[in-house]
């Protein structure tokens, strides 16, 4: 964990707005990968059970590729988001943990998207349930 960027508060907080729209750009695209895998499973389900059906073969493949695209979308979203060392934590809610070093202990900078700034913190092994407000040992990190 030595070698992990960390981040002061102000660092952290310049970040905000280029991370939130990766952000939602990640969670837009998870959510369009969602929905084509479940059309697939759908017309598998109903081909199965029917023992076949007619098939637009050229509507499917072209909806499977969206659903590939979105998924490369949301592997390179995320990829550039953890490139910044900032960690996603749960995509779902729009999660995101700053490494901050504070008297020599590394804690996390905790923010959830619709948050308007970096407000809470929490250790490493706590989690958002630990999330405690942000302090002025922090402020000054």
Known sequence: MSD???????EA???LPVLESLLKSAIASKKRMEEVQAEMQQLSGRIFLLGGVR?????????KAEGEKAAHRLKD???????????????????????????GEIILLCWKLGESAIEHWHGVSEGFAGRKPIDDKIRSA
């Open 4 to 10: 992990e960027r960390t981040f002061t508060l102000p």
């Open 55 to 63: 098939v637009d073969l050229p509507a499917v493949t072209r909806r």
């Open 13 to 15: 907080q310049a970040l």
């Open 77 to 103: 979203t995320l990829d550039e988001i953890s490139a910044t060392g900032v960690q996603v934590k749960d995509l779902d809610v729009g999660l995101l943990d700053f490494p901050c070093r504070v008297d």
